[in-house]
């Protein structure tokens, strides 16, 4: 695919296998998003799922990810973000085994039956009343409605015993998660803190908990170098999703 097409495309991002469109969701395609469906430990995944899958990113990342038998199920709350992510998924090559449902997960939750060995979420994390542009964005960037104490209550009834719950957040709200995460009877299993340079300290924490003890595998990792261009280690991470890598 040529890069004409690429930025000729409207109202979303092209990525080499899927096309993201999100002009009716607040969040739209960002670095937290790619980095999460890039990283997030998908070997032993059976059933994946997505809560608060916006456009449906994470979603068809990790369908990308895993093989033809595993399911991708996401759920979002707001009707038009997850109506997006209905027709993004329909138009990828996974569209046999990728679900998404208009729901409140504290709700889904109560009806699901299923257990998963992956959940992921881009989760709110901005205390109420923090400015942003619109409405939408603000909800779907506050904790007013998904508390991560709820976020976590969630994925530990939906979770296996020794699946990962994964999150990516800025890294003071990271470490609030799992000291509360450690207080529930989560385990931390996998953390990656990640710098825009070398020059800055880690802004953003990727993290996977599981309810199953094990060890701990921490490193650091810069989105771009001394030249300003991308890393190595951004760029193998990324290689399958971004043009042009």
């Known amino acids: 695919m040529s890069q004409q097409k690429a930025v000729?495309?409207?109202?979303?991002?092209t990525f080499k296998q899927f096309f993201i469109a999100h002009d009716r969701?607040?969040?739209?395609?960002?670095?937290?998003?790619?980095?999460l469906g890039a990283w997030?430990?998908?070997?032993?995944?059976?059933?994946?799922?997505?809560?608060?899958t916006g456009s449906g990113l994470i979603a068809l990342m990790l369908a990308q990810r895993t093989g033809e038998n595993v399911c991708v199920e996401a759920v979002e709350?707001?009707?038009?973000?997850a109506r997006q992510a209905q027709e993004n998924a329909a138009a990828s090559p996974w569209a046999?085994?990728?679900r998404i449902h208009q729901d409140d997960i504290r709700h889904w939750t109560k009806r699901c039956e299923r257990r998963y060995s992956l959940i992921v979420s881009n989760p709110p994390?901005?205390?109420?009343?923090?400015?942003?542009?619109?409405?939408?964005?603000?909800?779907?960037?506050?904790t007013t409605d998904l508390t991560h104490d709820v976020l976590l209550a969630c994925?530990?009834?939906?979770?296996?015993?020794?699946?990962?719950?994964?999150?990516?957040?800025?890294?003071?709200?990271?470490?609030r998660?799992?000291?509360?995460?450690?207080?529930?009877?989560?385990?931390?299993?996998?953390?990656?803190?990640?710098?825009?340079n070398d020059n800055r300290p880690p802004n953003r924490v990727l993290l996977a908990l599981s309810p199953e003890s094990g060890e701990l595998f921490q490193d650091r990792m810069t989105i771009r170098g001394p030249d300003q261009r991308y890393s190595e280690a951004h760029c193998s991470l990324t290689r399958d999703f971004y043009l042009f890598r």
Request: aromatic residues 8%; contains cysteine.
């Open 77 to 81: 709350l707001d009707e038009q973000a």
């Open 155 to 175: 994925a530990e009834e939906l979770i296996t015993e020794d699946g990962f719950f994964c999150v990516v957040l800025p890294t003071a709200a990271g470490d």
């Open 96 to 98: 046999g085994r990728i």
């Open 125 to 142: 994390y901005f205390v109420p009343g923090s400015e942003c542009a619109t409405p939408a964005r603000a909800s779907a960037r506050s």
């Open 25 to 35: 969701c607040a969040m739209k395609v960002g670095t937290d998003g790619v980095l």
């Open 8 to 13: 000729l495309r409207p109202n979303g991002f």
């Open 177 to 196: 998660l799992v000291a509360l995460a450690l207080q529930r009877g989560w385990h931390l299993r996998f953390r990656t803190d990640v710098a825009d």
């Open 40 to 52: 997030a430990p998908v070997a032993e995944a059976t059933a994946v799922l997505d809560i608060g």
